[in-house]
């Protein structure tokens, strides 16, 4: 798996960004991938060291359409929280690759 293909894009809600300042940050990424992969890409990444790595898994939902005969599916996505050594700050939306 290349390092970062997994990545959909960083969470930006106002409890992710407020756990911004103590080193934590969330994204989604796709199903396949494990937390060492998640490590080893994210230390490349962002040039940080990365302490922690949770994983939160959302289930499929379906949802009803405008005339409630049709159903919607919204795929399942992995949801990770990303704890970083000596809470140094990250710009998520602009990686610098090593």
Do not use: W
């Given at each position: 798996?290349?390092?970062?293909?997994?990545?959909?894009?960083?969470?930006?809600?106002?409890?992710?960004?407020?756990?911004?300042?103590?080193?934590?940050?969330?994204?989604?990424?796709?199903?396949?991938?494990?937390?060492?992969?998640?490590?080893?890409?994210?230390?490349?990444?962002?040039?940080?060291?990365?302490?922690?790595?949770?994983?939160?898994?959302?289930?499929?939902?379906?949802?009803?359409?405008?005339?409630?005969?049709?159903?919607?599916?919204?795929?399942?996505?992995k949801?990770?929280?990303?704890?970083?050594?000596?809470?140094?700050?990250?710009?998520?939306?602009?990686?610098k690759?090593?």
């Amino acid at each position: 798996m290349n390092n970062f293909d997994f990545i959909i894009k960083p969470v930006i809600t106002e409890k992710a960004t407020g756990a911004e300042a103590k080193g934590k940050y969330q994204f989604f990424i796709r199903n396949r991938s494990t937390k060492v992969d998640i490590k080893k890409a994210f230390e490349k990444l962002y040039g940080v060291k990365v302490v922690k790595v949770n994983v939160i898994n959302t289930p499929e939902k379906n949802k009803l359409g405008k005339n409630r005969k049709q159903q919607i599916k919204k795929h399942s996505l992995k949801k990770i929280i990303i704890t970083t050594k000596g809470k140094k700050t990250i710009d998520v939306l602009k990686p610098k690759i090593k």
